[in-house]
């Protein structure tokens, strides 16, 4: 199958590529760029005038819910929001039940997710069984399966001496180590950021010292260790300063936020929103501000959309009741290029946080689209608006705090291994 | 959820579920509402006939004998019928959710749900699914959740200082003790400042303050006779007995040392000034006997004043 994506602006930011070009996909890959190759003849045409031609997104954290969780998602379903969203690689957290800490059922979700033939599945491992924080699992089976790298989910790990030593044992064998700072003590029955907001509607707050305390656990860990580690969600001003700092001081850190942590602030659980009700918890417009501010500066590496869809019967209780999560991957592309619009950044580097970075930290040949390279693509209109309605999400979980917002930027064509697996009409 | 959830389109209060955001006008309407309410009680036949016909469902889930009382005898006095449902934990145990509860309620006929919820924001649940499922007809009176708001405790505080003190402008007004846990405190905080006192103060222990706690527009002291000082009306609050020795407390003792209301200290307030509590009360712990039973002490009046402002709250909810 030869597809010509024919006079898009083709914006490649890893090889610093954004011009009118045509792409040409043979085999499955990008054959050529601009000009055609000798004697080329395409079975298909796509018309991309007005449209972006950008690498297909790569989504650091969604949660697919399989195994154990399919009354809050399928395979099914958040494969088919991903593409529907670009995104054709994704990553997904080891907080399924049960946990994947076993290589058959990272093998399972590989088998089951390669059978759909849509997004690219990256399963992370679970650094310890269980994920209990009490015993280190078998991470070169795990690795051997398919995990790209291990980290507790949103479980926050009690025991230090387990952390230190399984940075050491990680390193040992070059296992990627991604981790999202949580204190297990400070914090843990609050259900929102302790400030103005949570004091106000008198819901229990979470400091921010939930978030740095752990942070400098493991920066200090890590410059003890010299082990290279990714840091997952960060929420706070502190924790960007910190990370801003380390990277200066020379420490092996990469890190992401969740794409609506650029948005919201607390402000924004209104009354009782339990659409806003997530890990981490929105913080202020302070630091909503700097976590913008650290994406724009290159502090924080990626962006992420954390996608986890919760059932309507895990939102329509209590604020505090309500089961933390935010169905992201079909607004990881707009709410980008919303942030992008409005702190004047340019888009191809706003696109690289969502392409060209995370594929690094993931440590996969994607996110690109130079010749030979497969031909994972996203084709969007950039100036199309849509509105967030739970009828326009395909996920199955219409849990999102943007539902009734316009967003700018539609994907239109998506297409993994040079096959085109999401298209809708203008 | 733009508009406030507890007013109609045309300003009327049709749910009570938060003093926070109500304007002055309607607080001031409840309050004089409940004006001949109070006389009501002193008659020989104690009853209105404003609710006859009408359902409220005291839907407590949460434990509370006063309040619930309250609001029966309310209810009643209005020629309400009155179901009492005390649900408490086990109904999620048996699997129905709140708003399937509700639902089943509805199906019944009730008019006002009285609710009483540990979970901050559940009145508040509970209102939107009613206007978005096309049953705005049926109100939600917030009896108290979790710490966020009790409405009219904070609405009988109003009335109680009004009845003693008069001009809510010219007041200092301190309340005491567990700010943090207390629904109480944020309720009253909200309708004195909304009715434009012009000094509120929070006193306690940094461990019983909530984080930013100045934005309410209060002043913080944690020195209890500095607090005090020049107050026309001394609210103490409750301290539950699960905080009173742990993370956040030594111990009682130690608590009522540091912030337990004594003669001693009260004579640092106003010579006029109030004493007020939402009860039930500690003795010996946030009080002491001869202060709670002293005469500048309002804390019987406020119980009484709580049947005549609830049954203004639900006679006006009724009526929109």
């Known amino acids: ?426 | 959820m733009i508009r406030n959830p507890q007013l109609n389109a045309n300003g009327e209060l049709t749910h009570l579920l938060t003093l926070e955001g109500l304007p002055a006008d309607v607080i001031r309407s409840i309050l004089d509402t409940a004006d001949p309410f109070v006389s009501i009680a002193e008659r020989e036949v104690k009853k209105v006939p404003l609710l006859r016909g009408k359902a409220v469902f005291n839907l407590f889930f949460e434990n509370s004998t006063r309040t619930r009382t309250t609001f029966e005898i309310a209810a009643k006095r209005l020629s309400a019928d009155v179901i009492n449902l005390n649900i408490g934990a086990s109904s999620t145990s048996k699997g129905e959710t709140l708003l399937d509860t509700v639902d089943n309620l509805v199906a019944m006929d009730a008019d006002i749900f009285v609710v009483r919820h540990s979970q901050s924001g559940a009145p508040h649940l509970i209102a939107h699914h009613l206007n978005a499922h096309g049953r705005s007809h049926v109100h939600v009176v917030n009896a108290g959740d979790g710490r966020h708001a009790h409405p009219t405790q904070g609405l009988l505080d109003l009335y109680t200082i009004r009845h003693y003190k008069k001009a809510f402008h010219e007041l200092t007004v301190a309340i005491v003790g567990d700010v943090l846990h207390s629904r109480v405190a944020r309720s009253l905080i909200h309708g004195l400042t909304t009715l434009g006192t012009p000094e509120v103060r929070v006193i306690g222990p940094k461990t019983l303050m909530p984080a930013k706690v100045e934005a309410m527009g209060v002043r913080v002291f944690h020195d209890m006779r500095e607090g005090l000082r020049g107050c026309d009306v001394v609210v103490m609050l409750r301290l539950q007995s699960e905080r009173m020795k742990g993370a956040l407390l030594p111990s009682p003792g130690e608590f009522f040392k540091n912030y337990g209301l004594t003669q001693e200290k009260l004579a640092l307030a106003k010579a006029d000034a109030i004493v007020m509590h939402p009860g039930p009360m500690n003795r010996g712990v946030e009080i002491d006997s001869p202060v709670a039973d002293g005469e500048r002490s309002v804390i019987l009046p406020q119980v009484t004043f709580g049947i005549a402002v609830r049954m203004a709250v639900m006679s006006i909810i009724a009526g929109n």
């Not at chain 1, 000009?35 to 790569?58: E, K, M, Q």
């Not at chain 1, 200090?220 to 200066?248: P, Y």
């Not at chain 1, 707009?334 to 340019?346: F, Q, S």
Request: charged share 20%; with cysteine.
């Open chain 1, 1 to 426: 199958m030869k597809i010509e994506i024919a006079n898009g602006r083709l914006i490649d930011p890893a090889n610093r590529v954004d011009r009118v070009a045509s792409l040409y996909i043979a085999d499955g890959k990008v054959a050529a760029i601009g000009a055609a190759p000798s004697g080329w003849r395409a079975d298909r045409v796509v018309d991309a005038r007005g449209l972006v031609v950008a690498p297909g997104l790569i989504d650091l954290s969604a949660r697919l819910r399989e195994p154990g969780l399919e009354y809050k998602a399928t395979l099914e379903s958040e494969m088919a929001a991903a593409v529907a969203g670009g995104v054709t690689s994704l990553a997904c957290p080891p907080d399924t039940d049960p946990a994947l800490d076993e290589p058959g059922l990272v093998e399972m979700l590989k088998h089951r997710a390669r059978s759909l033939n849509l997004a690219h599945v990256y399963p992370i491992g679970a650094l310890t069984v269980q994920l209990q924080g009490t015993a280190l699992t078998e991470m070169g089976q795990l690795s051997a399966a398919g995990c790209v790298a291990f980290s507790q989910a949103d479980v926050a790990l009690l025991d230090t001496d387990l952390l230190w030593r399984a940075m050491q044992y990680a390193s040992t064998f070059g296992y990627r180590l991604w981790l999202r700072p949580i204190d297990p003590h400070i914090g843990r029955t609050g259900v929102a950021h302790d400030g103005e907001v949570a004091t106000r509607l008198g819901l229990p707050g979470i400091p921010t010292s939930a978030e740095t305390i752990a942070l400098s656990t493991i920066l200090t860990l890590v410059r003890e260790s010299g082990v290279r580690v990714h840091l997952c969600r960060l929420s706070a001003a502190e924790s960007v300063a910190m990370v801003r700092a380390a990277k200066k001081e020379g420490l092996p850190i990469t890190c992401d936020v969740a794409v609506h942590h650029l948005h919201l602030s607390d402000v924004d659980i209104g009354w009782f929103d339990s659409n806003t009700r997530m890990v981490p918890p929105l913080r202020t417009t302070r630091d909503r501000a700097a976590l913008r501010a650290g994406v724009a500066d290159g502090t924080i590496d990626l962006v992420c959309s954390d996608h986890a869809p919760v059932d309507d019967d895990g939102k329509q209780v209590p604020f505090g009741e309500a089961e933390p999560g935010v169905t992201g991957l079909e607004l990881l592309l707009p709410l980008t290029i919303k942030w992008a619009n409005e702190d004047g950044i340019e888009l191809s580097s706003a696109l690289a946080k969502i392409t060209s970075e995370p594929a690094k930290v993931i440590g996969v040949a994607a996110g690109d689209l130079a010749v030979g390279q497969a031909a994972d693509v996203c084709i969007f209109d950039p100036s199309a608006w849509w509105k967030v309605e739970r009828g326009a999400l395909s996920s199955q979980g219409k849990n999102t705090p943007f539902l009734g917002l316009e967003v700018q930027g539609r994907v239109r064509y998506t297409l993994v291994g040079g096959k085109i697996v999401h298209e809708i009409d203008a």
